[in-house]
């Protein structure tokens, strides 16, 4: 069992150009969560995703990951670290000259940690897990962008990380494709356990999946609660973001 929770903010503040992106936050990710950032465009929702996960560094406070200090370590102590995590970006970023196979082949190319036909069994296990078991051979210009996602999907996941960093995973998809992203993401934190930590827009999939929401407002928390405690949220900011998506608000 994990001793400590695997992302931990400290009295977190992040500053660009004089602006405070993230205003002092304090707040902790517990292992085997489905902990989804939600809230208007602008807010801070990616800054935080990449503080915790190392791509960024707080202006002043401390960001926790798998129990280390990530403004303290070295170059090579954090690449060894970000190999224990993955990350979904909001574009697939696949290589277009790479086909979908090969592109999520790349994670275990690069730390050498397998090759031949224990590389290939893999790949194909990945591609059948997101349901591409046929299409492993297409080129991301060639694949729908449900497929692309699955794919970067997989590629994320290839190397079983401790947790898993989604960056609007649902991000122009239409809302059949938005719950099949929804049910990998929960498929892999139960059948894994896998901490998924989920930036999105798209509150009608968190509710359904979320094991606690965040909404962010102006850098700052406003609300962290389950599902129905964000339904029942007297907020008005967290009321005008269930009525804008025509979700029901419980009073």
């Known amino acids: 069992m994990p001793c400590e929770d695997p992302i931990v903010?400290?009295?977190?503040?992040?500053?660009?150009?004089?602006?405070?992106?993230?205003?002092?936050?304090?707040?902790?990710?517990?292992?085997?969560?489905?902990?989804?950032?939600?809230?208007?465009?602008?807010?801070?929702?990616?800054?935080?995703l990449k503080l915790a996960s190392g791509q960024l560094f707080p202006s002043s406070g401390k960001v926790?990951?798998?129990?280390?200090?990530?403004?303290?370590?070295?170059t090579k102590a954090l690449s060894r670290l970000r190999k224990r995590v993955g990350y979904l970006f909001q574009s697939g970023?696949?290589?277009?000259?790479?086909?979908?196979?090969?592109?999520?082949?790349?994670?275990?190319?690069?730390?050498?940690?397998?090759?031949?036909?224990?590389?290939?069994?893999r790949v194909r296990e990945a591609l059948e897990e997101v349901g591409l078991g046929q299409a492993g051979e297409l080129y991301p210009a060639e694949a729908s962008g449900g497929m692309v996602k699955r794919a970067a999907f997989a590629r994320a996941m290839i190397d079983n990380p401790e947790v898993l960093f989604c960056d609007e995973p649902t991000s122009?998809?239409?809302?059949?494709?938005?719950?099949?992203?929804?049910?990998?993401?929960?498929?892999?934190?139960?059948?894994?356990?896998t901490t998924c930590v989920v930036v999105t827009h798209?509150?009608?999939?968190?509710?359904?999946?979320?094991?606690?929401?965040?909404?962010?407002?102006?850098?700052?928390?406003?609300?962290?609660?389950t599902p129905d405690g964000?339904?029942?949220s007297k907020a008005?900011?967290?009321?005008?973001?269930?009525?804008?998506?025509?979700?029901?608000?419980?009073?």
């Open 9 to 48: 903010f400290e009295n977190v503040c992040k500053v660009f150009g004089g602006h405070e992106v993230i205003a002092h936050q304090t707040f902790s990710i517990h292992a085997g969560e489905r902990f989804v950032i939600i809230g208007p465009s602008g807010t801070g929702k990616s800054v935080s």
């Open 64 to 74: 926790k990951l798998l129990g280390h200090d990530l403004a303290q370590l070295s």
């Open 93 to 121: 970023a696949l290589l277009g000259w790479k086909t979908l196979a090969e592109n999520i082949a790349l994670p275990l190319e690069e730390r050498d940690e397998c090759a031949g036909e224990e590389l290939e069994q």
């Open 172 to 193: 122009g998809l239409d809302p059949v494709m938005s719950r099949t992203i929804d049910r990998l993401i929960v498929d892999i934190n139960e059948r894994r356990g």
């Open 202 to 225: 798209d509150l009608a999939g968190a509710l359904l999946y979320a094991s606690r929401i965040a909404f962010l407002k102006a850098g700052r928390f406003l609300e962290v609660a």
């Open 230 to 232: 964000i339904r029942r």
């Open 236 to 251: 008005p900011e967290i009321q005008a973001f269930l009525k804008a998506q025509q979700l029901e608000v419980c009073l």
